[in-house]
């Protein structure tokens, strides 16, 4: 994160901090400042100098400035006082550093062409694998759906036929049955002509009587 500070000078020319201010507002970021202990010093001197009036803005609102308060500009004077009686030059300068960097921000450091080069071509890269990935997993999914709708067609077609054939066999079965009853039906033996005649023929109509009865009759006689 890096806030903005903008500074005006109640006397023109004036310098404070290594940095020369005016009448003008003058915007300070942290590329204006060096590093560690010296950025820290130098924030510390011109936030606290009377002749200069500095006020602060976020870095979610660059636009909006507002007066550093008292307590703030007391908190930035002891820390570099603090940095620059530090036993540990190292240390010292890392503490400055992380402090300065968490009023005022850090400078991002410089890009190299080549590296940036590479990551670029390593994030194409990397996008175009996704993409290939992605693509083949929606081809896998197409073609597993197609197989599946086949196989589903293809079952449909085999219990249709087996349905198909089920039905002609007992069409079949129930024609033979049919054939058969009709042909059993007219081969069972009717009355024959001669037998149905002297069932259904009366006595004849002419007073004579049959040669059995005839027959009879004389032998009663004898």
Not at 136 to 144: H, P, R, S, W
Request: glycine fraction near 4%; charge should be negative.
């Amino acid at each position: 994160m890096t806030a903005l500070l903008r500074v005006v000078s109640a006397r023109s020319p004036y310098r404070r901090g290594g940095i020369e201010f005016g009448s003008l507002p003058l915007v300070l970021g942290p590329e204006h400042f060096e590093r560690g202990i010296a950025a820290l010093k130098a924030l510390a001197a011109i936030v606290a100098d009377p002749v200069l009036k500095v006020k602060v803005a976020d870095p979610d609102t660059p636009d909006v400035f507002r007066e550093l308060t008292e307590v703030e500009v007391e908190t930035i004077v002891a820390a570099a006082d603090a940095a620059a009686a530090h036993s540990d030059p190292d240390a010292a300068e890392e503490a400055a550093q992380a402090i300065f960097a968490g009023i005022v921000g850090e400078i991002a450091p410089p890009v190299d062409p080549e590296q940036q080069a590479h990551a670029e071509r390593l994030a194409a890269a990397m996008a175009a694998e996704k993409a290939d990935a992605a693509r083949l997993a929606a081809e896998k999914q197409a073609a597993d759906a197609k197989a599946e709708e086949e196989r589903a067609a293809a079952a449909k077609d085999e219990e249709q036929r087996l349905a198909d054939q089920a039905a002609a066999a007992t069409a079949k079965e129930t024609a033979a049955a049919t054939a058969a009853a009709e042909q059993a039906s007219k081969g069972e033996p009717a009355p024959s002509a001669a037998k149905a005649e002297a069932v259904a023929k009366p006595a004849s109509s002419s007073g004579r009587k049959p040669k059995a009865d005839a027959a009879n009759t004389k032998a009663a006689k004898g």
